[in-house]
């Protein structure tokens, strides 16, 4: 059974820093590229960033550029979003999403984590 549990979030007053975690499993997490989406109210869900399976390339929405970093370990298979300097304007929830196309695509979604960036 293939499970994405985020954890992590909560309110942060702008400025400040969070860390997201998805724990993974029911499947070969190192296969798979990671991804960090999020969900505002009455917006449509956007990519935030994206890890390559090895964790040797990422790449990161223009909004959140310098400010969020995502990372993994295949090890524990988890994946991260460490969260600085945050805006009110990242209010979302946040999702965890795993990828992989080996002749389909097989797409796996966590349940989202609220993060609320209010003084």
């Known amino acids: 059974q293939v499970q994405l549990v985020e954890s992590g979030g909560g309110l942060v007053q702008p400025g400040g820093s969070l860390r997201l975690s998805c724990a993974a499993s029911g499947f070969t997490f190192s296969t798979y590229a990671m991804s960090w989406y999020r969900q505002a109210p009455g917006k449509e869900r956007e990519l935030v960033a994206v890890?390559?399976?090895?964790?040797?390339?990422?790449n990161y929405a223009d909004s959140v550029k310098g400010r969020f970093s995502i990372s993994r370990d295949n090890a524990k298979n988890t994946v991260y979003l460490q969260m600085n300097s945050l805006k009110p304007e990242d209010t979302a929830v946040y999702f965890c999403n795993a990828f992989l196309y080996s002749g389909y695509a097989r797409n796996y979604w966590g349940q989202g984590t609220q993060v609320t960036v209010s003084s």
């Open positions: 890890i390559t399976s090895a964790g040797g390339s990422t």
